[in-house]
């Protein structure tokens, strides 16, 4: 069934009940059945949440899911982290390469030891105050720990979600990004953030890639506003 809503001519507008739900249910589908088995997936604890999103920032998973396993046997708690030599943190993260991360990974462990009673908080507005931790890490944390129904935006989920729908105005700028973020918001299942975010992040980066997309295995190809504007290009 073909996605309904908007279209390029009404991207203002947001997409209507049913087009959401159909989205939600493709998404989900297709998630179940390729969704990538991660180890952090395996887990609730906020703690290797927060690890591991710090290493996968603008880091390639194959690359991040030894040093994750290696780093949690070394330091497996906020405690541990806390009390460990920098440079023995630096030493083991070097490889990631952005080196600065071991160093505000501490500083936020730290922190919760000292101030928070070893444990992270549970709202976006006291963990973007930490260092490193911003409005798509929070929603990580939140919705991957916690259960929230908090959205995550990142370059790949951005470009999906624009793709899929189309958004007025810059995605990049501030008046675009917040388009986006609401959008992602309102296509969030109930109940379900976890595997709705972890769907999207899957889905931006093995399907709806930047270069060369997966077009003919898209659930969504039938809805593609980029397809409709190449198409159209194509024949003007």
Same mark, same amino acid.
């Given at each position: 069934?073909?996605?309904?809503?908007?279209?390029?001519?009404?991207?203002?507008?947001?997409?209507?009940?049913?087009?959401?739900?159909?989205?939600?249910?493709?998404?989900?589908?297709?998630?179940?059945?390729?969704?990538?088995?991660?180890?952090? =997936?395996?887990?609730?604890?906020?703690?290797?949440?927060?690890?591991?999103?710090?290493?996968?920032?603008?880091?390639? &998973?194959?690359? !991040?899911?030894? /040093?994750? /396993?290696?780093?949690? &046997?070394?330091?497996?708690?906020?405690?541990?982290? %806390?009390?460990?030599?920098?440079?023995?943190?630096?030493?083991?993260?070097?490889?990631?390469?952005?080196?600065?991360?071991?160093?505000?990974?501490?500083?936020?462990?730290?922190? !919760?030891?000292?101030?928070?009673?070893?444990?992270?908080?549970?709202?976006?507005?006291?963990? &973007? &105050?930490?260092?490193?931790?911003?409005?798509?890490?929070?929603?990580?944390?939140?919705?991957?720990?916690?259960?929230?129904?908090?959205?995550?935006?990142?370059?790949?989920?951005?470009?999906?979600?624009?793709?899929?729908?189309?958004?007025?105005?810059?995605?990049?700028?501030?008046?675009?990004?917040?388009?986006?973020?609401?959008?992602?918001?309102?296509?969030?299942?109930?109940?379900?953030?976890?595997?709705?975010?972890? %769907?999207?992040?899957?889905?931006?980066?093995?399907?709806?890639?930047?270069?060369?997309?997966?077009?003919?295995?898209?659930?969504?190809?039938?809805?593609?506003?980029? /397809? /409709?504007?190449?198409?159209?290009? =194509?024949?003007?």
């Amino acid at each position: 069934m073909p996605l309904k809503g908007q279209d390029a001519s009404n991207r203002n507008e947001m997409p209507d009940t049913k087009t959401i739900q159909t989205f939600q249910h493709r998404l989900l589908r297709w998630y179940t059945e390729y969704g990538r088995d991660l180890p952090w =997936r395996q887990t609730r604890d906020p703690y290797h949440i927060l690890v591991s999103e710090m290493m996968l920032h603008q880091t390639q &998973v194959n690359r !991040v899911i030894p /040093k994750y /396993k290696e780093w949690l &046997v070394a330091y497996p708690t906020f405690e541990a982290l %806390a009390s460990a030599p920098l440079e023995r943190l630096k030493e083991l993260w070097r490889p990631l390469g952005y080196n600065f991360r071991p160093e505000r990974l501490q500083k936020i462990a730290r922190f !919760v030891v000292n101030e928070l009673d070893g444990k992270l908080p549970k709202t976006i507005e006291e963990l &973007v &105050v930490l260092p490193g931790i911003g409005r798509y890490t929070a929603g990580a944390i939140l919705s991957f720990a916690f259960d929230q129904d908090v959205p995550i935006v990142d370059t790949n989920i951005r470009r999906l979600i624009q793709r899929v729908f189309g958004v007025d105005g810059d995605p990049h700028r501030v008046s675009g990004n917040k388009k986006i973020w609401h959008l992602a918001e309102t296509l969030i299942p109930q109940g379900k953030a976890f595997s709705f975010n972890q %769907a999207l992040l899957d889905f931006g980066a093995l399907i709806c890639t930047a270069r060369d997309p997966k077009c003919p295995k898209c659930v969504f190809r039938d809805r593609c506003i980029e /397809k /409709k504007h190449q198409r159209k290009s =194509r024949i003007g």
